[in-house]
């Protein structure tokens, strides 16, 4: 074998072993990465609500979440959440009680996983809304331009 003009004879094993090391390496520089959870309280973002995105603290266990009605006309909007903490993260359980054009009142429930490995996208309840969970120390430990990208309003 030749590099850079030198010979090289590599035996199978030296062979086996760097093919090993070409393999593991994207997984050993991954790890050296950042992680994007640090800390083990819970703060969930809602965006694409039409009065803008939200963040949320679950703190409590137990807490609502969206509290929006109309005075001028009988349409509403209120979510709770119970929130369960596991080994891995938390699960949490939002109960929705909602009346809207339609006129007919209705409850929905929806359960989520937010693990402490990852960052989850769900649609949260309507077409167009989105939830996204992430742990972080502190309120103060939260950077808005990694929860909510893009240009301050």
Known sequence: MQ???????????TRAFFLVLIVLAPLLSAQ???VPNRGKQLFITIKGRPS??????MAPHS???IQDWSR???TYNFISAVVRRMPDGCRVTFTRYVMSEDYVPRIERLELSFPYSQQPLYRFFDDHVYIIGFYRRSPT???RNEVVPGPRT
């Open 3 to 13: 590099i850079f003009g030198a010979d090289f004879s590599l035996d199978v094993r």
């Open 32 to 34: 050296q990465l950042p």
């Open 52 to 57: 803008g995105d939200v963040i949320v603290a």
């Open 63 to 65: 807490r609502p979440v």
């Open 72 to 74: 001028y006309n009988p």
């Open 141 to 143: 430990d939260i950077d």
